[in-house]
């Protein structure tokens, strides 16, 4: 099962990449997440070793908490430019 999961965490990646990467300067570090949790969730299923537990476990939670933290940033930071964009445009009418 572990296997399907990794295929639609690239076919994520790979649709978030090639449609939407002029949508968001998030998108494209979004993108490499996602190949990353394919990646990982791959390589569970071929290696010996549980990486979803154990110190393996913790360094997904890690990269997931700073991917997540990392686009929250950019989130605001784009937001509030654009509700700045649109604070001008209503004076200049």
């Known amino acids: 099962m572990g296997s399907v999961y990794a295929i639609i965490w690239l076919v994520i990646a790979v649709v978030l990449f090639v449609r939407f ?7 494209i570090p979004l993108s490499a997440y996602f190949v990353f949790l394919g990646l990982w969730w791959g390589a569970n299923e071929f290696v010996q070793a549980d990486l979803m537990n154990g110190a393996y476990g913790w360094i997904l939670k890690g990269v997931s908490a ?14 509030s430019r654009l509700s700045s964009d649109a604070e001008d445009n209503d004076g200049e009418e």
Do not use: D, E, H, K
């Open 21 to 27: 990467r002029n949508v968001s300067p998030a998108i």
């Open 66 to 79: 700073a991917v997540l933290l990392f686009c929250g940033i950019i989130y605001y930071l784009t937001r």
